[in-house]
């Protein structure tokens, strides 16, 4: 489920069917992409859900991929300022890899302090109403019964001393000092008080899923902020927070961990008899068990024309890396598969450069000769490329594509694909 807001925070932002009707979200992001560049550029990498399903509004991950939900009923009662302020709200969400990072405890204190960090950035007369602000009092006038809101005065106390432009680490320390606000707020903070966004399936990823998708925001994120240098157009992004995005921007994701990760998922259990270890339930009666784990990935090397012998090499290097952890096939292609050259790269083994073809690329050859020979064997393919090729379509099996540095696929990669970028090697110095 995407990050959402209970319908009870906002009991007053429910639009008339009048307003749903006229409402139009596309307007806004073209006024989006008129007055905010950067979170113009940011959001064109998101898909955009209309949804009755959710309350308000929030962002979640959907098949490997960034989503955008918004209920009309909710928005369309929001001023236009509002909704700018409410599509920056979101944007720095994902800039900020909130939903994707590991889960927070408590839950709900991480809820207030990544929408204290980031509410911190975006004009207070642009958020919608009830939206936590450092340095602001809270909206009490929800709260009748006079016990609890003498508690909740001394929450609106601590966010009202708070400074702005903190990150979410700090505003989380700051409410967990006192152990009472902190209790006062888990107990109570998504009733009559709360943050603007509930964030609940936040964390529930796998780790191969959350560097993935990471490294999938860092190129929006790269590609918003080299756009807005180009043009000189930031909109509202000041100064500090530019330079932060900016440094951010050039951090790289980490593609030998995301195979490694791609590898350790497809593993299958092994187990055998033996009389060198002891059998728990009948001890020197019967042999013990092992058990091992073997990795079953195929995986599929770009030896086409347009692979140069230095890329070449720096695959065998990609592979080297990876045979520390496990064992895998090697299969040479092109435009076809060659099977002849195929062989198993076992953990540990030092194997040379070597190149078997140089014609034409055909990816959809790949997926044929996994799917009519390998699918029962394996239980993934990574396919080693420069991308210069078309679709191949869907794999029913999980596919990792590793590009060359500065090369990408030609085509949208299907749901569930995983690709990652390799680095450039570092000069000799």
């Not at 009870?8 to 749903?20: G, R, S």
């Not at 898909?47 to 979640?60: D, F, L, Q, R």
């Not at 500090?240 to 995005?245: F, I, P, S, V």
């Not at 070449?312 to 292609?333: D, H, M, N, R, Y």
Request: charged fraction near 30%.
């Amino acid at each position: 489920m995407p990050d959402t807001t209970t319908a009870n925070d906002f009991p007053a932002l429910t639009a008339t069917e009048e307003e749903i009707n006229r409402f139009d979200l596309d307007s806004h992001l073209v006024n989006l992409l008129l007055h905010e560049p950067f979170f113009s550029a940011l959001l064109r990498n998101v898909a955009k859900v209309k949804t009755e399903a959710i309350p308000t509004a929030g962002v979640t991950v959907i098949d490997g991929s960034f989503s955008l939900f918004w209920n009309p009923g909710f928005v369309a009662a929001l001023e236009n300022r509002e909704v700018r302020g409410l599509l920056k709200h979101e944007s720095y969400h994902l800039v900020f890899d909130h939903c994707v990072s590991r889960k927070r405890n408590p839950h709900l204190l991480w809820n207030w302090a990544t929408d204290l960090a980031i509410n911190s950035l975006i004009p207070i007369d642009e958020l919608p109403p009830g939206a936590l602000i450092p340095g602001k009092e809270l909206d009490l006038t929800k709260v009748k019964d006079p016990t609890q809101l003498e508690k909740w005065k001394k929450v609106s106390d601590l966010i009202e001393s708070l400074p702005l432009k903190q990150a979410s680490e700090w505003y989380m320390t700051k409410l967990q000092q006192d152990k009472e606000i902190s209790k006062i707020i888990e107990e109570g903070g998504k009733g009559e008080v709360g943050s603007l966004d509930d964030h609940d399936a936040w964390g529930d990823l796998s780790e191969e899923d959350r560097q993935v998708l990471k490294g999938k925001m860092k190129k929006a994120l790269a590609d918003a902020v080299k756009q807005s240098d180009r043009t000189g157009q930031w909109g509202s992004v000041d100064s500090d927070t530019r330079e932060k995005l900016r440094k951010m921007a050039s951090s790289a994701v980490d593609w030998k961990k995301v195979l490694h990760n791609f590898c350790g998922r497809s593993q299958r259990s092994t187990k055998r008899r033996t009389h060198k270890r002891v059998n728990r339930k009948y001890p020197y009666i019967h042999p013990g068990i092992t058990r091992g784990h073997t990795s079953k990935v195929a995986i599929y090397f770009d030896q086409s024309g347009s692979v140069s012998k230095e890329e070449c090499e720096l695959f065998f290097g990609a592979l080297s890396q990876l045979s520390k952890i496990t064992t895998f096939k090697v299969f040479p292609f092109d435009y076809t598969v060659d099977d002849d050259a195929a062989f198993v790269w076992k953990r540990g083994q030092k194997v040379n450069p070597k190149r078997d073809r140089g014609g034409g690329t055909s990816f959809q050859a790949v997926q044929k000769h996994f799917d009519t020979k390998c699918i029962g064997e394996f239980d993934g393919l990574i396919i080693l490329t420069d991308g210069e090729c078309s679709d191949p379509g869907r794999s029913l099996k999980r596919r990792c594509w590793v590009l060359l540095p500065g090369r990408r696929l030609y085509f949208d990669p299907s749901p569930g694909d995983i690709v990652v970028q390799m680095d450039n090697p570092p000069a000799c110095s």
